[in-house]
């Protein structure tokens, strides 16, 4: 369990007990809660299991009306992300009174919708691949290095959230079709090894980032405030890549010793194997 008491900031909230029935019904990305709880990050998972749940009305309708299921579909996509972004009502679980900027950044609040249209997004996604819609332009490395380069650049500069899933939806397209330098990359040793334990880096996160903003209070070369913490270039890469660095060992010892034994034992009692199982 997290214990978090860092009063007046509303992290005593994250623990609430009376959240411990919403987690395990998975509801906990439908605003049940008005604050993220527990592990911070499974609000994902609740996205994506009731995703889960209405992917076979989904396929049902793409393989009978597929034009019209195209359109509404993507019609669809494009209302639910800005309806996050502009239309519901969001609050900030900290300061009711703090105007939420135009972002889609929901997790416990609406992460549900986000999660479907993400995962509906990937649905026609996969009938462009399918189509063989533009298959050469996104096979080229040049576009990868492009997007690639124009993503992180969106990124720096803070540009508006909808062109992230523009540009995520192509990346995905071109990891998808490539079959260039950037396949043989990916198809490395670390980054096959990284891909292995990302779920448990993803779930394993919240835990180190809390010690490290409340459990550590004072770090060599970091000026501390009430709010915000500063730091030299040099010094910050340095923690930063210290950090990586812990949480990659962290993740690693949650793969083997919690995710991957949980799996097989589930799978040997409930079900078949469906999963790839690593060494």
Known sequence: MIILVAAGHGWN?????KAIPANILLLHSFEINKIFTWNVPSWSISAEWWAYMVFPVLAIFI??????AMMVLGLFVVLAYMAIMYWLP??????????????LNATFDYG???????FISGMLLYKGYEAGIWNRFFQSDV???????????????????FFYIILFIALVYVFALNNGK???ICNGRVLQYLGKISYSIYLSSVFLFIIVTLGIKKLPGVTYKEYSHTAGFWTGLGYCIA???????????TY?????????YINAKWGKETMPVYA
């Open 182 to 184: 950037l396949h043989a």
């Open 90 to 103: 969001r609050h900030d679980p900290f300061d009711p009174t703090a105007i939420v900027p135009h972002d």
């Open 143 to 161: 576009t990868a290095l492009l997007l690639i380069i124009i993503t992180i650049l969106c990124m720096h500069f803070g540009v508006n959230d």
């Open 256 to 264: 083997y010793k919690i995710e991957k034994p949980c799996r097989k």
């Open 243 to 253: 950090f990586i660095i812990i949480h990659f060992g962290l993740s690693s010892l």
């Open 13 to 17: 909230m994250i623990d609430d007990p």
């Open 63 to 68: 393989y009978r009306r597929k034009g019209l």
């Open 112 to 118: 549900f919708l986000r999660g479907l249209a993400g």
